[in-house]
C-alpha cells in the first residue's frame, strides 16, 4: 500500500464484528439453535400428520359405524354390533396412535438442546 493508512479503530471495529459473528461460541450456539428448530419442525409435521390420520379414520369409522347400523336396524343382524365393535377399535387405536406421536414428539424436543 502507497501511503495509505487504515484507522486503528476500523480494523479493530471490523475484527470485533468477525469475532462475534463467526467465534467458536457463537457458532455453535447458532448451529444448535438451527438445529432445535429443525427437530421441532420435524415434530411438529408429524404431529400434524398424526392428526390428518386421526381425522381420516375417523371419517371412516364414522361411516362405516353408520352403515353397520343402518344394516342392524333394517335387518337385526347380530354380526353388525360385532362390526360395530371394529370401528370402535378402529378409532381407539387412531387415538392411541396420536397420543403416542405426541409424547415421542415432546420428548425428543425435550431432549435437544436448543442452543
Known amino acids: 500500500m ?4 487504515i484507522d486503528q479503530a476500523l480494523i479493530d ?15 455453535l450456539t447458532s448451529g444448535a439453535g438451527k438445529a432445535y428448530q429443525s427437530v421441532a419442525q420435524t ?7 398424526a392428526a390428518d ?6 371419517t371412516i369409522a364414522t361411516t362405516a359405524t353408520g352403515v353397520a347400523m343402518a344394516e342392524y336396524l333394517a335387518t337385526g343382524q347380530p354380526d353388525m354390533q ?7 377399535t ?24 436448543s442452543g
Open 2 to 5: 502507497s501511503g495509505t493508512q
Open 13 to 27: 471495529a471490523v475484527v470485533n464484528s468477525r469475532d462475534a459473528v463467526m467465534g467458536p461460541q457463537t457458532v
Open 43 to 49: 415434530a411438529a409435521i408429524a404431529i400434524q400428520d
Open 53 to 58: 390420520n386421526l381425522r381420516n379414520i375417523s
Open 82 to 88: 360385532a362390526f360395530l365393535a371394529i370401528t370402535k
Open 90 to 113: 378402529m378409532m381407539a387405536n387412531a387415538t392411541a396412535d396420536f397420543a403416542a406421536i405426541g409424547k415421542a414428539s415432546n420428548a425428543i424436543i425435550g431432549e435437544f438442546k
